[in-house]
């Protein structure tokens, strides 16, 4: 389960203490169970609120993935001379041995 965000959190506060005060000034009740059944109400009430607040949009991950991804792409495409001396991740700097491998393949397969 997520942890509650800041506005969950003082939107979810503020419901009780404003709803809870609400209903006891407007019910003028003296009772302990009448207050107990107000201050449940309002509980419950100021859950739904904070459970109810839209979540932060996931701009940041998107945006990542999508800069991430065009990375990739374009160490795919930057020839092996121009990637000597620069750190590449383990899929990318086994791509220039695999072409020289697959050309040495082709010129075998025309020698016969």
Excluded at 5 to 31: D, H, I, K
Excluded at 62 to 87: C, K, L
């Amino acid at each position: 389960m997520p942890r509650p965000t800041a506005a969950q959190l003082s939107y979810g506060s503020v419901t009780v203490v404003f709803s809870t005060l609400a209903m006891l000034l407007l019910s003028r009740t003296e009772s302990g169970i009448g207050i107990a059944v107000i201050g449940t109400a309002a509980l419950a009430l100021g859950l739904l609120v904070a459970v109810t607040v839209p979540l932060p949009a996931r701009r940041k991950t998107a945006q990542a993935a999508r800069t991430g991804a065009a990375v990739s792409a374009h160490r795919a495409t930057v020839p092996a001379a121009e990637t000597e001396g620069r750190a590449l991740d383990p899929v990318q700097s086994r791509i220039p041995a695999a072409r020289a491998a697959s050309q040495r393949v082709g010129e075998h397969s025309l020698r016969r």
